[in-house]
Every structure is written in C-alpha cells, then in structure tokens.
C-alpha cells in the first residue's frame, strides 16, 4: 500500500437491502442521495447489528516515493530532538530567567512610572506656560491699551500746556494792565490820603473852632447863678442798663424864660458832663430829665436756664429759645417787660439785642426765634 492513503470507514446497515446496495454501490450505480462508497473495501465485520466497512482511497497527490519519506521523518525526528533540548535547557533555567524577567519589568514599570510622572509635569509645565502665555498676552494688550491711553493723555496735556501757555500770556498782559492800574491807584491813594490828612487837619480845626464858638456862646446862654437843686435818678429803668435822672433847677435870672434857661443849663451826672437836658417839663419850679446809659448795674438784667424749644414749623428756618429773665429790680413802677424786651442775649456766638416777646409764667420769660438751617 501506498504511503499517507485515506482510510474511510462506514457503517453499514445489515440485511438484504443494504448488501444490494452495497453490491450496487459495486457496480458503479448511485443511489439517490449520499455520498458514492470507495471502491475497495479493506475489511467487514458486524458490530452492533450494523455491517462496517473500511476502505483506503489514495491520493496520487500525497503519496512520496520511500527514499523521501525516510528522509522526512529523519528530519521530524531531529527536530523533535532539537525542541526537546531547547525545552529542557529553558526548564533548567526556567526559575532565573522569570527572576530577571521580573526585574526588567519592574525597572521598566519604575521608568514608565516615571516618564508618567514627568510626562504629567511636563503637561503642568505646558498648561503653566500656556497660562503665563496668555496672561502675557493681556499684560501686552493691557500695555498697549496704557500705552495707547498715556499717548491720548499726553496728547492732551500737550493741549493743555499749549493752552496753559496761552493763558499765561493772556495773564501776564492782564498783569502788566493791572500793575499799571495798580500803580495809577497807589498814585490816587498816596493823593486822597495827603487829601484826606489836610480834610481832618481842617476838621480837627472846625471842631476846635465849634467847640470854642459853643463855649463862647455857653458862656452867653447859660443863664448866670442859676442851678440845679436836686439831682436824683428815677425808681424804674427806662431800659437796659439806662435810667431817667431829673432835677430842679433853680435861681433864673430875672428876664430869663425858665424853659430856655432849663434847656441851656449843664449838669454833672456820675462825674460826667451832660451839656443840657433831655427834655424840660414845669411842674411849680423848673426840672430838667436825663436818660444815663452808663454806670448803671441795677437796670442790667441776666439770662439764666436756657431751653431750646425745638423748629417753630416745619421749614420757617427759626428756632424757639426760651430763658428764665433775673435781675429785675421790682421797687416803684418799674415795668419789667421794658427790661425784658431790651435785654440781649448770644446765642451761638451770636449777639441778639432783643426778644421777640417776653411772658409772665410766674417767672419772667424772654422768647427768641433764632435762625437755624436745620429748620
């Protein structure tokens, strides 16, 4: 037999039908369906009832001559032999060769690690200049926006200087006017006070002229050895810090009308010279009346217990001050709102002369109305 044939085996019904199919399989007939038998059956037994039936096909294609085949399997077994030997050294050293694999992938898994973890710095790093590289970027365009800004503002103040320039010399000319002006004005002044020195240098002589013609006609109109008898001040104050003073006068000379001779005749009052009286009534003898303003303590009144009452309205722009009025001398007739109205008062550094009423609550009582922006 030929080397590498086919061998098939099939299992065969028994019995009648499947020998006449096999003897018609012999004679080259087909039957309806299936495969067609090989042509040379090796052997036939029965097993399990069945007919089995083997038969060698050969392939012309796959069969070698006998000096070839040896030669093949010569080869396959020295190639066995060869991978058998190579196996057995590799088992041998099977144990290093896994150590040292080992180590070389923990050395490569350290530097991977390490390239990882440089490749990640190096990606921050990238991602970090990337930032800086465009926040540069705004710092230039921000810097050139400044620049651009700076150069406008440059421009301006240029203007301004040219402009301030301009004005100055309008100034400086308006100075040169205005010193001249000046200059003109000092010549003025130097002359209207030279004018106004001889002016009270001429005054100074008028009034020592006057004062002589009053004197001289004093001595003509006081009237010769008459006096004044009595002189004394009234109960009541006629103001703050004023009072009346009367006297009678006395010993006119014949000839002389009382009421000129009243009206021409001096007094001294708290050793102060009063050329004639304020007013003559006749009342039997002659008396003359004087209102003093000075050295006069018991017609000056005080303030005391000040009370801001708040906005009068809204929006007047007064404010209502309130104070209790002591001092007031209540002997005779005297007539206390005429001290009360005529008593200043400074309120906020501010002098006001005179209520604006005055009211009997038991206590005297001074009323203002102050201005104040807060009303």
């Known amino acids: 037999m030929d080397y590498r044939a086919r061998q098939i085996t099939r299992k065969v019904p028994t019995g009648p039908t499947s020998r006449q199919g096999a003897q018609s399989y012999g004679t080259g007939s087909r039957p309806p369906r299936g495969p067609s038998p090989p042509p040379h059956p090796i052997n036939q037994h029965s097993s399990d009832g069945q007919h089995e039936e083997t038969y060698v096909k050969r392939d012309p294609s796959l069969s070698f001559p006998p000096n070839l085949a040896n030669r093949w399997m010569a080869c396959t077994a020295i190639f066995l032999l060869i991978v058998l030997t190579v196996i057995s050294l590799f088992c041998n050293d099977f ?8 180590e070389v992938m923990a050395r490569m898994r350290e530097q991977q690690a390490s390239m990882n973890k440089e490749t990640r710095y190096l990606n921050d790093e990238r991602i970090a200049l990337r930032r800086e590289s465009t926040h540069l970027e705004e710092e230039r365009l921000a810097h050139e926006s400044s620049i651009l800004k700076m150069e406008g ?3 301006a103040l240029e203007s301004a200087i040219s402009h301030s320039e301009q004005e ?18 000092e010549k003025q002044t130097h002359l209207l006070k030279d004018e106004r020195h001889s002016l009270e240098k001429e005054e100074l002589e008028l009034r020592e002229e006057r004062e002589r013609w009053e004197e001289a006609r004093d001595e003509l109109t ?31 000379p014949e000839g002389r009308s009382e009421m000129d001779a009243c009206m021409n005749m ?42 801001d009452k708040g906005c009068t309205n809204r929006g007047s722009g007064l404010r209502q001050i309130e104070a209790e009025v002591v001092g007031i001398n209540d002997k005779g007739d005297q007539d206390w709102r ?20 005055c009211e009997d609550r038991g206590k005297k009582i001074a009323v203002w109305y102050v201005p104040d922006d807060r009303c």
Not at 95 to 102: G, I, L, R, T
Not at 168 to 185: D, F
Not at 279 to 291: E, K, L, V
Not at 339 to 357: D, G, R
């Open 222 to 252: 006081i009237p010769k050895g008459a006096f004044w008898e009595v002189v004394l001040p009234a109960w009541d104050c006629r103001a703050y810090g004023k009072r009346e003073y009367w006297g009678i006068l006395r010993n006119v």
């Open 153 to 155: 503002e440059r421009q």
């Open 95 to 102: 144990p290093n060769k896994m150590f040292q694999y080992n």
């Open 266 to 307: 001096p007094v001294e009052i708290k050793g102060v010279t009063i050329r004639r009286p304020d007013r003559c009534q006749f009342r039997g003898p002659m008396n003359g009346f004087w209102m003093v303003d000075w050295d006069q303590p018991d017609c000056k009144p005080w303030h005391q217990g000040f009370f």
């Open 168 to 185: 100055r010399s309008r100034l400086e000319k308006q100075k040169q006017v205005v010193e001249a002006e000046r200059s003109r004005l």
């Open 338 to 357: 005429l001290l009360c109205e005529t008593t200043p008062m400074i309120w906020n550094h501010i002098n006001y002369t005179s209520p604006a009423h």
